[in-house]
């Protein structure tokens, strides 16, 4: 399992604590921190460790904790995944949007803190997250796991920094409303782009927004990656007027070959860029090697392949992402 889909313990700068289960169960009872704003509280619903209901367990956690003061919170699984139930996170979403007053300090959410053995991140059931950066205009970190039924109404957000959206397929439509989004203060945008086996249809047109940079002008970070037309991503960024004004361009963990990396770097100058990030991929060692004395020292270059894989049937190569299902 990829270290990055493992169960978080660390988020919003601050350790994850699971909010204990029911009284009187053994295995998940614990202590609950007197401080409460140092760390961040995970609630998850039924699975392999809890019995509660998701609407209930997130109850509870407001009874017993003074949420005035929770910093950062995590959603885990809100599903009963071990019996197959696949609930959408509207529950979720419904839940937190009701107690909005509740969480005057929240500045971090994660929604769908959920590891393989729970559900394949392209099994999660998502809702309409947007309506939770609604509820909480003072949010400056959100992040979401999965895209199956996910929606992203477009919106104005005053106090968003970090945008994540992971997945194995995310859908043109989605990519679409994110790129038609508002967020003058976003310095981090990462997207999981996917497979199209996995509703990863966005083609490089949806992306013409982001690229453009105008709704985005603090952006540092960005991330276009796990995707299987990352050559066509890199050569339009190679010419994207956002790239201009990045610190750090990711493009890894897709399938990005030869011709994607050779195209991104007779585009615009990217030495002002302090990282570029390629790792996962199918590049030559010739072309790692042009990487390397076009770009560095000035910037750090990440050409690991990693556990990038192919194999040829019937003539044709095929080689994978490396999050798809």
Not at 261 to 276: D, F, I, M, R, Y
């Amino acid at each position: 399992m990829p270290e990055y889909l493992e169960r978080l313990t660390e988020f919003g700068g601050l350790p994850v604590f699971d909010f204990p289960d029911a009284p009187g169960d053994p295995a998940t009872a614990g202590t609950i921190p007197t401080e409460i704003e140092s760390v961040a509280w995970r609630i998850a619903g039924p699975g392999f460790e809890v019995e509660e209901p998701w609407p209930e367990h997130f109850a509870r956690f407001c009874e017993q904790v003074d949420t005035t003061r929770v910093r950062a919170f995590v959603a885990g699984s809100w599903a009963d995944l071990v019996d197959g139930e696949h609930d959408t996170s509207d529950l979720v979403i419904e839940a937190m949007a009701a107690a909005r007053d509740r969480f005057p300090a929240l500045r971090s959410v994660f929604l769908g803190d959920i590891e393989p053995e729970e559900a394949e991140i392209s099994w999660i059931r998502q809702g309409p997250v947007s309506e939770l950066l609604a509820a909480f205009p003072e949010l400056t970190e959100f992040v979401v796991r999965g895209s199956e039924e996910l929606s992203f109404a477009p919106l104005r957000h005053e106090r968003l920094e970090k945008l994540t959206v992971q997945s194995g397929g995310l859908p043109g439509a989605v990519v679409r409303d994110i790129a038609a989004c508002d967020f003058p203060a976003l310095t981090h945008l990462d997207l999981w782009l996917g497979t199209p086996h996995y509703l990863g249809d966005a083609v490089v047109a949806d992306f013409a927004p982001i690229l453009a940079g105008d709704r985005l002008p603090s952006l540092k970070y960005l991330a276009l990656r796990n995707s299987d037309i990352q050559d066509e991503i890199c050569a339009a960024l190679a010419t994207a007027p956002v790239v201009a004004g990045l610190e750090t361009l990711d493009v890894s963990m897709g399938v990005l070959t030869d011709t994607g990396a050779a195209a991104l770097l007779a585009g615009q100058p990217l030495t002002h860029l302090k990282t570029l990030d390629m790792h996962h991929n199918y590049l030559s060692p010739e072309l790692c090697a042009r990487l390397r004395e076009t770009l560095e020292p000035a910037v750090s270059l990440d050409l690991d392949p990693d556990d990038a894989d192919s194999y040829t049937y019937d003539g044709e190569v095929h080689r994978y992402i490396s999050v798809s299902e």
